[in-house]
T-cell receptor
Framework: DADVTQTPRNRITKTGKRIMLECSQT?????MYWYRQDPGLGLRLIYY???????NKGEISDGYSVSRQAQAKFSLSLESAIPNQTALYFC????????????FGSGTQLSVL | GENVEQHPSTLSVQEGDSAVIKCTYS??????FPWYKQELGKGPQLIID?????GEKKDQRIAVTLNKTAKHFSLHITETQPEDSAVYFC??????????FGKGTKLSVIP
């Protein structure tokens, strides 16, 4: 079983719809992240969380929100999806204290029509 | 903030040849430089990293070099194999939540 699991793997939605992407991990890591990947643009950080009560905005947080329901669960929401949010989304985890290795999930391909 | 430039964007090599991917960074406070490999349909996976107090690091067929003065670092893959075909990302920063990624290099190893 994957250590970092993202659901769904693929999602097609319409402009204006609310959508949630979910991430769960079995690695026991405190830190969790949401990244967005666009062709030719690399990976950009949306939000990160160091523990259940600590949520921080990343480089491109506008239009997104997150919830850390438990140490193992971190979800990303798009309150009102728009076409330029079409991208590949990755959840990642890392250990606290030592740095810095990120463990990524397999990604969610989101298409907003 | 940090700006990481990665070149080339695509690279094709013959099996057995070496491949080199180069990155430059702008923030002198950056002290951690990882390289990630992303295979088709999968998330990125760390393959090697280097800290600013080290000039070179090797792990079997892969090596990374860092020039702090010039603010650039490079990934070297020797004796390339078809399974090395993937997209490679460099990154730089002062912490896992502060990493700035390059735009990626698609490496194709031709059998």
């Amino acid at each position: 079983d994957a250590d970092v699991t993202q659901t769904p793997r693929n999602r097609i939605t319409k402009t204006g719809k609310r959508i949630m992407l979910e991430c769960s991990q079995t690695k026991g890591h405190d830190r969790m992240y949401w990244y967005r990947q666009d062709p030719g643009l690399g990976l950009r950080l949306i939000y990160y969380s160091f523990d259940v009560k600590d949520i921080n905005k990343g480089e491109i947080s506008d239009g997104y929100s997150v919830s850390r329901q438990a140490q193992a669960k971190f979800s990303l929401s798009l309150e009102s999806a728009i076409p330029n949010q079409t991208a590949l989304y990755f959840c990642a985890t890392s250990e606290s204290g030592t740095i810095e290795k990120l463990f990524f999930g397999s990604g969610t391909q989101l298409s907003v029509l | 903030g940090e700006n990481v430039e990665q070149h080339p964007s695509t690279l094709s090599v013959q099996e057995g040849d070496s491949a080199v991917i180069k990155c430059t960074y702008s923030d002198s406070a950056s002290n951690y430089f990882p390289w990630y490999k992303q295979e088709l349909g999968k998330g990125p996976q760390l393959i090697i990293d280097i800290r600013s107090n080290v000039g070179e690091k090797k792990d079997q067929r892969i090596a990374v070099t860092l020039n702090k003065t010039a603010k650039h670092f490079s990934l070297h893959i020797t004796e390339t194999q078809p399974e090395d075909s993937a997209v490679y990302f460099c990154a730089g920063g002062a912490g896992s939540y502060q990493l700035t990624f390059g735009k990626g290099t698609k490496l194709s190893v031709i059998p």
